[in-house]
């Protein structure tokens, strides 16, 4: 049965996580001389095991972003620790992101927008071009290879995002609100689509969406986190089996229980001290 459990429990026979992040805190900058910069995340800890698909939810400006930003490296650690785990001794495993705006370059084409990271690398054109025909058949985006993101839908635009994001095979997937900007129906058919990607290649995945139904439909497990300071305040463990429908999950009535739990959950770590984030 999926459920709430313990806060970063772990069973003791599981394999140490691909991600560890400890008592993680991050104070802004004051804006004002002799000020203190407001607390953003503190105590935050969070494990992330291989191949598993972990959302984190909550309320608007409680700091999500910041975290994915702390574990992509963008934003150095000021409190806490952040453990990316060897692959093998020396090697760390690798991370993507993918944000909620595609940021596909307009003058590039749908195959070079999706090349560009391995041709940054210096991989050779033949195996770039090899590896996004690759990626862009497993999204359903073949015949568009020479289309440039002027003449794609925004979800035709996403699904390039993720394959340019999929193609250099990285071993954790951070994914910010990657279908935030969505329309129902788009959002619903690549959710579905990422969904048998996932469930075929099995990546770890830190997902950060709004989207309650979306998290559950995707998810092995869900973290809550609290507003003011941001950190973890409940995990729920998402034992829907798989191959998952969206359809036929929808209407369970596990899911529409844990849909109101969560909800229930995220809104009463909304309001702290008098103060809503809109
Ligand atoms: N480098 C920084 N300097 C100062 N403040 C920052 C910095 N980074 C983030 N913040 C602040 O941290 C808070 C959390 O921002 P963040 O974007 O992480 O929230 P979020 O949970 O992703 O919100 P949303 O759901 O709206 O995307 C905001 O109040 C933001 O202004
Ligand atoms: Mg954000």
Redesign the pocket.
């Known amino acids: 049965m999926s459920g709430r459990t313990q806060l970063a429990s772990i069973p003791p026979a599981s394999p140490p996580p691909v991600l560890t992040i400890r008592d993680l805190g991050f104070q ?2 004051a804006l004002k001389k002799r000020a203190t910069g ?1 607390t ?1 995340l503190q105590n935050l800890n969070l494990n992330l095991r291989e191949q598993e698909f972990v959302s984190i939810v ?1 309320p ?8 994915l930003n702390f574990i992509a490296g963008l ?1 150095p650690v000021q409190q806490g620790e952040i453990h990316l785990a060897e692959k093998q001794p020396g090697e760390a495993y690798s991370l993507g992101y993918m944000f909620q705006q595609h940021g596909l370059l307009p003058w590039r084409n749908v195959r070079d927008n999706v090349g560009l990271g391995l041709e940054i690398q210096g991989v050779a054109k033949r195996d770039i071009v090899e590896r996004s025909q690759r990626v862009l058949n497993d999204l359903g985006l073949t015949g568009y290879e020479q289309h440039y993101p002027a003449q794609l839908s925004g979800g035709m635009c996403q699904r390039v995002a993720l394959a340019r994001m999929l193609v250099s095979s990285p071993d954790i997937l951070l994914m910010d ?1 990657p279908f935030g900007a969505l329309d129902a129906q788009t959002r619903v058919f690549i959710q579905e689509l990422f969904s048998h990607y996932w469930e075929t290649h099995k990546k770890t995945v830190l997902f ?1 969406t ?1 989207d309650l139904a979306e998290a559950l439909f995707l998810s092995d497990r869900i973290v809550v986190m609290g507003a003011r300071p ?1 950190r973890i305040v409940a995990e729920y463990d998402i034992t829907f089996p798989r191959p998952r429908h969206f359809d036929t999950l929808r209407t369970s009535s596990r899911f529409g229980s844990l849909l109101n739990q969560l909800w229930q959950d995220i809104k009463s770590h909304t309001v702290t001290g008098g103060q809503r984030d809109a």
């Open positions: 802004a900058p407001q953003i909550g608007s400006g409680c700091g999500k972003s910041t975290l934003l609100e950060v709004h941001g």
